[in-house]
């Protein structure tokens, strides 16, 4: 049996695209770590934690602005998501924000008619 030149031989290398350079190319198996200091750290937990009370205190008064004056405790719910969501507490200040916005548009355009 004669060898056919197309064939290539075991453990030769294959080339993806025809170039006249063999280079080898690899990715990184795992994801670098974030390296953060120990004061950076625990500054990091002081604003977060600061940030989920005053997260939660908005989403309270967003969701109380849906039964009882929605435009004043609205307007304090939007401000204090905004708060939070700045010390790090973005969920719950994304949250406060949006159930404040929705409180207030139909307090103002929906319940006037009712």
Do not use: C, H
């Amino acid at each position: 049996m004669k060898k056919e030149e197309n064939v290539p031989e075991v453990g030769a290398s294959v080339p993806i695209r025809s170039s006249k350079y063999r280079e080898e190319t690899a990715a990184e198996i795992a994801a670098p770590v974030p390296v953060m200091r120990r004061r950076e750290q625990d500054e990091f937990r002081e604003r977060t934690a600061g940030g989920t009370g005053m997260g939660t205190l908005a989403i309270a008064l967003s969701i109380l602005s849906l039964f009882v004056m929605p435009i004043l405790f609205g307007a304090a719910g939007i401000v204090l998501g905004f708060v939070a969501r700045r010390r790090g507490a973005t969920g719950l200040g994304s949250w406060a924000i949006g159930i404040g916005a929705i409180s207030i548009i139909v307090g103002i355009f929906i319940l006037p008619f009712f």
